[in-house]
């Protein structure tokens, strides 16, 4: 009886913990921190890689493990003394599943070199999208960001960026490594001591894009929060005009 109660404990104690790891996610899912959620063209080219990767993956998977069970079931053994039919090789199919993925794989490679070059650039030099990019340096320290904008004045913890606009991204730290992401707008990149990297954000629709340091960077990491508002060209010249130099 002892074992049975045991173990009875140790299966609902499994399936809360299953359950927990399921809904965990749901809040971030369900919030404006989720990349899957895009705010703008940098997140719609992440999106289209994740589900082009995932469906890809997902074929895989229902392909690879539907041939093992339908073998291990077609040619399983019936009784002890049977022995099932011996297959020595089959060159077409041998073929097709050395180039099947080669192919898969080349697309994909180009899907992902093609937008991945993309979101760390932005949009090609000369054409109009690139240029309205404006840039915006971006200083991480502990425990807090500051942006300098074109005209030489500079917020704290909150970015303002006009809408439909690119905005050319450069980071560099102070002190220690940080990471400045904000996942609906697709920017991820770190903050180096010395060393200045450069990223690619764009917001496609007005509104609060909310991000945070991904580099543990001290006692204070949970407090290096990034706001972005989105707002309109009108407004970001307004809000612009009105920081300290």
């Known amino acids: ?14 399936g809360v913990a299953f359950a927990g790891a399921l809904l965990a996610p749901l809040p ?3 919030s404006n921190t989720n990349f899957l959620n895009g705010g703008g063209p940098p997140v719609d080219r992440i999106d289209l890689i994740w589900n082009v990767f995932l469906i890809c993956a997902s074929v895989v998977l229902v392909g690879v493990g539907g041939a093992i069970v339908y073998a291990a079931f077609r040619f399983r053994r019936r009784s002890p003394d049977e022995m099932p039919k011996q297959v020595h090789g089959n060159s077409r199919l041998e073929l097709a599943w050395t180039l099947g993925p080669f192919v898969v794989l080349a697309a994909l490679f180009v899907l992902n070199l093609v937008n991945v070059g993309y979101l760390r650039h932005g ?8 240029r309205q990019e404006i840039h915006i340096k971006v200083v991480g320290r502990q425990f807090y960001w500051t942006f300098y ?3 030489g004045k500079y917020s704290l913890r ?28 697709g920017a991820k990149i770190d903050a180096l001591p010395g060393i200045v990297n450069h990223a690619f954000i764009e ?15 001290g006692v204070g990491h949970d407090q290096m929060l990034i706001t972005v508002k989105a707002v309109s060209m009108a407004q970001y010249l307004s809000y612009v005009q009105h920081l300290t130099t």
């Open 158 to 185: 909150t970015l303002e960026i006009p809408v439909n606009v690119p905005i050319e991204i450069s980071t560099e730290s102070l002190d220690v490594i940080h990471g400045f992401w904000v996942p609906n707008l």
């Open 203 to 217: 917001a496609g629709s007005m509104g609060t894009y909310n991000g945070q340091c991904y580099e543990f960077c």
């Open 149 to 151: 904008y074109p005209n």
């Open 123 to 130: 949009p090609t030099p000369g054409t109009p999208a690139a």
């Open 1 to 14: 009886m002892r074992r049975s109660h045991t173990g009875g404990r140790l299966a609902v104690a499994l």
């Open 28 to 30: 971030v899912f369900a």
